[in-house]
Every structure is written in C-alpha cells, then in structure tokens.
C-alpha cells in the first residue's frame, strides 16, 4: 500500500520549476496526500461493502474481484480507469525520476550528459529519455509484486535519508520542527524493517549496483579532468 502513495514526494523533484517552491510545493503535498487518502478511503469502503473483508483478502486482485460482483459495465469501467491511473503513475515516475537524474549528473555522480537541459522547453531531455527505457526495460523483465516490493523498501531507505538530511538543517531554514523529522525517520526505517528479507535483500543488492555506478561515474570523471 506505501507503494501508491510514493507520487507525492514527485513534486518535491520539480523545485526549480515551479513559482515559489517554498509555498506551493507543502500545499500541493498536502492536497495530493489528503485526497488520495480520502479516495482510497472511499474506494476500500465499497469493496468491502460488496465482497467483504475476507473475501478481499483472498483475492490476489480485489479491486477486479468487487467489480465483477458489481456487474459487466462497472468492471469494464473500472478496468479503463485503473488503465488510465497507470499511464499517470507512469508519468509521474517519468517526471520525477528524471529530474533527480539531472540532479545526480549536477553532481557528478551520473554521466554529465544527463544535466543537459533544453533552452527551447527547460526540460532535461536526455535525462527524461533515459528514464523511460529504464522503465520500459523493468517492465519488460520484472515482475509488478517485485518491482513494487522492492521499489517501496528502496524508497524507504530514501525518505529515510531526507529525514536524516533535514535533522541537520540550520533552525532557520526549517518549515516543521524537527520532531517531524525524527518521527518520519523513525516510521521509514520500521516500514523497511518489516519488509520480506528476500525483497529487503534484493532492494540493498541494486542499491549496491547503484553506488558502484556511482563510483565508476566518479572515477572516470577524475581521469578524464584536465590536470
């Protein structure tokens, strides 16, 4: 269930994008948050009313189980829409993923090629580009409870760090008080805690690969340098 809700910490990616990030991107967090959890509210409420929480549970795929006990017209309807949610997950990783792509090339830890940002529409083409077949190569070779299981620990581990990172900010630059920041990195490293050891493992096996990318990325930037 964390998995679905990943989407909000998307906007926080598009900081330099946006008109004052300082205000706009906390008031979007907080309407995207409250009204995803109101509709899965909604959503969970009629279909236990119509299959029951045992029966739900039972189901590999719930949400298709409570349409078709409602009948041919709502489950056609239902199966459009969970479509069209999943072209605007698809999206959103996009949008977001690409964006810190651009960032980590800022730094150096990814190829700089992946910083460039196009003059005509201020988008990191190269970075966007990249993003997209590294999804279309996951969806290919991945299974989606994997993917989503891995996905939701890894994540995890990230929001973990800005927790972290936050802790460390000076009090004037802070927006919550910094209980906020313990309590959310106290609830990230649970949530991970509690996640199977193969899906934990298999999570720190890519993380590795990650930071040996990096450390190739880093390596051969040095060489390359001008002495």
Known sequence: MFFAYTGYARLATLAEEVREPERTIPRAMLISLGGASVLYLLVCAVAIGVV?????????APLSTAAERLGTPIAVAIGVAAGTAMLGVLLSQILGISRVLLAMARRGDLPGGLAK???????????????????LLVTLV???????STAAFTILLYYAVANSASLRLPREDLMFPRWVSWAGLATCLLFAASIRPAVAGAGLGLLAIGFAVRALVRAFTRRSEPS
């Open 117 to 135: 940002v196009e003059a005509r529409h201020g988008v990191p083409a190269v970075a966007v580009l990249t993003t997209g077949g590294l999804i």
């Open 142 to 148: 991945g299974r989606i409870e994997w993917v989503a």
């Open 52 to 60: 029951g929480a045992d029966g739900l549970a039972a189901s590999r």
